[in-house]
């Protein structure tokens, strides 16, 4: 199966939900989708713990959401985890996993207008979480289907020392954002900048740096070009036709390998479009451009003081600290 044709067949599962009542869910599906495929370029059996991790922190998400303690607790787990996953060379799956069920924490809770059981109880916990995973377990499907033919990317396991700083890292800045964010922004866009914060933080300083400076010049101009194009097409349904669209050229630029800074382009003019209605694209744009250098200015400054003072404690105590730490 080629690659562009892979592409176009993992967006079946949200075109047949965009036809349905629950097409207010196309964007689980779609990040559901994005996490079977990054998963599955490392391999099937990490396509497959990526999108059941991922269905279950959705889920997670949902249930934790009330109470800041609750949520700050849950994201700061999240970065131990994936800090876990980094000494098995898995992380990039973990955050990918991990990046959707971050923004939701905070969102506006899920419902589907006249399905009253999908606004409440279980069924606003579940149908989330289950939408994301049909979009997953479809691509892993496709992957597997695919077989040699499907990419896949090296693993490059992080050693110990190096991953433990790096979940250290992500506890601090998740746990403390989801906490802010959870008091007094909930119901807002803030939980983009646990995403920013997820997929800028890298192990290593060197790494975290050249990916804070795509991630904010791909966001910048993404939101630019989602802007331009709420002005020359307002209609919804062709918002929502161009944000899929897009999704799958961030997914496709990802696979390929292309610059971060591309696939943040094409990746935030996707969640804007698909997020936003035609009265409120531009208010939604600006607010995820700002929170994702208000993330970058978080992890700027964590990057400066934070992995030199726990090396400094750390040759104290006797341990090596690979030179790694800095490359």
Known sequence: MAPLLLLVV?????????LTPLASGLSHVLAGTAVGIVGSLYGRPVGLS??????ALI????????????AAALMAVTGVVIGACARRGWHPAAVQASAWPATLLIAARFGVPGFDWTSHGAGQIL???LLAALGGLWAVALAALAGARFPRFAIAAVDPLSARLYGAALAVLLGGVAFVAATWLPGSLA???????????????ADTRQRLLARSFGTMLGGLLAAGIALLAPAHGVQVALGGTAMLVALGLYATGASY????????TAIVLLSSTEQNVLAVDLQRVGLTLAAAV??????AVYEPVLRAVLRKRGADVPGSLDE
């Open 10 to 18: 993992s967006g079946i599962p949200a075109l047949a939900i965009a």
């Open 261 to 268: 800074a591309g696939y943040a382009f094409a990746l935030t």
């Open 298 to 303: 978080l992890v700027a400054a964590l990057a």
């Open 50 to 55: 990526a999108v059941t991790g991922s269905t």
């Open 59 to 70: 889920a997670l998400a949902g249930l934790a959401a009330p109470w800041p303690l609750a």
């Open 127 to 129: 149908t989330p979480a």
């Open 191 to 205: 939980g983009w900048a646990l995403l920013s914060i997820l997929v800028i933080v890298k192990p290593g300083l």
